[in-house]
């Protein structure tokens, strides 16, 4: 289960882009404006393989090593469970705010 802070949607934003296929942090990043801080995506990419969300495996790409990351069945289900969670957090704020 994703912890109660705000980083859980950080996490499951992390998980979503990386569902479809492998990707490195420096790719990840790039497509992403919500990652664009090495601050806050490098930590979720050091916490979610401990968990077991995500797999590392490296490559090297321009004579330079890499680390890719790709999702794992674990990951897929926390994802779905994220997905729940944000659903109706959403739909509760938009009760609220109107």
């Known amino acids: 289960m994703f912890s109660r802070s705000g980083a859980w949607i950080a996490e499951m934003c992390v998980l979503a882009a990386i569902s479809s296929k492998g990707i490195c942090g420096y790719e990840l990043a790039g497509v992403n ?7 806050t995506l490098y930590p979720i990419l050091r ?3 401990d968990r077991g969300h995500l797999t ?13 990351y790709s999702i794992t069945p674990e990951g897929n289900r926390q994802l779905a469970q994220a997905k729940t969670e944000w659903f109706e957090f959403r739909d509760r704020v938009s009760r609220i705010i109107g």
């Open 56 to 68: 590392v495996s490296s490559e090297i790409h321009l004579a330079r090593l890499r680390k890719i």
């Open 33 to 39: 404006p919500l990652f664009a801080s090495k601050a």
């Open 47 to 49: 916490r979610l393989p």
